[in-house]
């Protein structure tokens, strides 16, 4: 065997070993993002099931839908608090998914109703924020996420346990 046909063989394999890496590289990658994705899913419910958020919920989903600023300062200081609470925590949601850091689908089937009932509770008290203060981005993210629910028809659609009776689980479950 010559110089030269050793030469091609050495750079052909050389070739396919970058080839191989850089696939397996992709292949990490993807890996990686899908776990990411997979622990902001997971610190998305841990957030939801706190003690805070939960009180905050509650004393807000109690409400009247049609709330108005003056409604949430005049429920005292624990009402303002929960509305800042939820205001915030949906906020950060909102970004989180416009950013893709969580998926669309798993915030709309998680809380994508209580995302549009909670504003509908707290838009009114949000809007007035934004001119009082000057702050037209306040709230921002959460608006444009119970939009987007809402554009979906997420209000209209059955729910899970009705439109998902027939699903059974897969070979992964």
């Known amino acids: ?18 080839a191989v890496t850089a696939l397996l590289g992709i292949y990490q990658l993807a890996q990686l993002r899908a776990q990411r994705r997979d622990a902001a899913a997971i610190e998305l419910m841990h957030s939801l099931q706190d003690t805070t958020f939960a009180r905050a919920f509650r004393l807000i989903f109690l409400q009247p839908d049609t709330m108005s600023a003056a409604d949430v300062v005049a429920g005292g200081p624990e009402l303002e608090e929960a509305a ?8 950060t949601i909102g970004l989180m998914v416009y950013r893709g850091t969580i ?15 909670i504003w509908n509770r707290l838009s009114g008290w949000v809007v007035a924020t934004r001119i009082e203060r000057g702050w037209p981005m306040y709230c921002e993210w959460f608006h444009w996420l119970a939009e987007r629910f809402a554009a979906r ?21």
């Open 153 to 173: 028809g997420r209000l209209d659609r059955p729910p899970a346990h009705e439109r998902l009776r027939d699903w059974k689980p897969g070979r992964d479950a």
């Open 103 to 117: 998926s669309f689908q798993l915030v709309d089937e998680l809380i994508g109703g209580a995302t549009i009932e």
């Open 84 to 91: 800042m609470i939820l205001a915030f925590r949906f906020e």
């Open 1 to 18: 065997m010559t110089w030269e046909a050793i030469s091609a063989i050495s750079t052909a394999f050389t070739a396919v070993v970058i």
